[in-house]
């Protein structure tokens, strides 16, 4: 009879200890993740405005879910999208390509996804030569241009009314040489010093997040010696570099890698490849030169039909293609 009034005893010293004691105040749920403002984006530049971008793509990587954007891309026509090849072989297997696509935490309707069935990496690009010829080609599932999914122009501008590559091929585009005046290219590299380019994209911000939303920043080119003293060890044959002289502090960094720098009536410049660190004035961000790759675009895009090229492929698996300069 003791042992049991002295375990009541207990208990009621022990609720009362837990009634009394102070309540912690622990939240149920996380914080919301902060939004991006004007002066958290691309480093230095501006949100853009929805749309304002058509010819952007997200890249992402399907080992994750969900797929996480790591790369941007520029569409060249219906089935053809433009990155670094350093974005396609750091995920080979496993990239996903988002068209339209402007909030990264949101779907607006605008969106298309797309496997790529083919990779086409510039066959003097190196895991060794850094950044020298870091291009790449993504050969998609055909989709359709819409509001929010427009090409970008190659240099000199294409003409549009027979540059797209899609269900509707002609006899007369096969006889023109295999479709070769659908491409000009340029006969020598492009000195493209005093050009303005916009350069946009979800990538690192000033807080070093990644943005939700696309970012964009005007930035000149630079002479070829600025940028060759600025990075002595990399082969400039293939690359410029670009800045913001005036403001300083702006510029492209990690996720914006494989976007296209585009001018204001709408060629693509060059290919957004690396900045170290990012947005410096002494150090401006690198950019595979287009003028330097185009021959090599030009000889894959006007292929009679882009599928056609899967069967040149060794490895199934990847479809992985070189095709050789000669």
Not at 41 to 60: E, F, H, K, Q, Y
Not at 186 to 198: H, S
């Amino acid at each position: 009879m003791c042992r049991i009034y002295l375990l009541l005893l207990a208990v009621s010293l022990l609720s009362s200890f837990v009634t009394n004691s102070p309540v912690l105040d622990v939240p149920t749920t996380r914080s919301p993740a902060p939004q991006p403002t004007a002066k958290t984006n691309i480093i230095g530049g501006d949100i853009a405005t929805p749309g304002s971008t058509p010819w952007l793509v997200s890249i992402r990587d399907t080992q994750y879910y969900p797929p996480p954007h790591f790369c941007g891309g520029t569409i060249l026509n219906n089935f053809w999208i433009l990155t670094t090849a350093s974005c396609v072989t750091s995920s080979s297997y496993n990239l996903l390509v988002v068209l339209g696509e402007y909030n990264l935490d949101e779907e607006e309707g605008y969106e298309i996804s797309r496997t790529p069935l083919l990779s086409i990496i510039h066959p003097k690009y190196t895991y060794f030569s850094t950044h020298a010829y870091n291009a790449a080609l993504l050969l998609v599932p055909y989709f359709s241009y819409g509001e929010r999914i427009q090409p970008a122009s190659l240099l000199p501008k294409f003409d549009d009314k027979r540059h797209r590559l899609d269900r509707r091929f002609t006899d007369r585009m096969k006889e023109e040489e295999g479709g070769g005046k659908l491409c000009k290219t340029p006969d020598a590299k492009r000195d493209l010093q005093g050009v303005e380019g916009l350069i946009a994209g979800w990538g690192r911000t000033n807080s070093e997040e990644f943005s939700s939303v696309v970012m964009e920043a005007n930035l000149t080119i630079q002479s070829n010696d600025f940028c060759q003293s600025a990075y002595p060890d990399d082969d400039m044959e293939s690359l410029m570099c670009a800045a913001d002289v005036t403001h300083g502090g702006v510029g492209a960094c990690m996720g914006d890698s494989g976007g296209g720098l585009i001018s204001k009536d709408g060629y693509i410049l060059g290919i957004y490849s690396y900045a170290e660190p990012c947005a410096s004035d002494e150090f401006p961000g690198i950019y595979v030169n287009m003028s330097a790759i185009q021959d090599w675009l030009c000889s894959i895009v006007r292929f009679p039909h882009p599928m056609s090229l899967l069967a040149e492929t060794t490895d199934y698996r990847m479809h992985s293609y070189r095709p050789s300069l000669d």
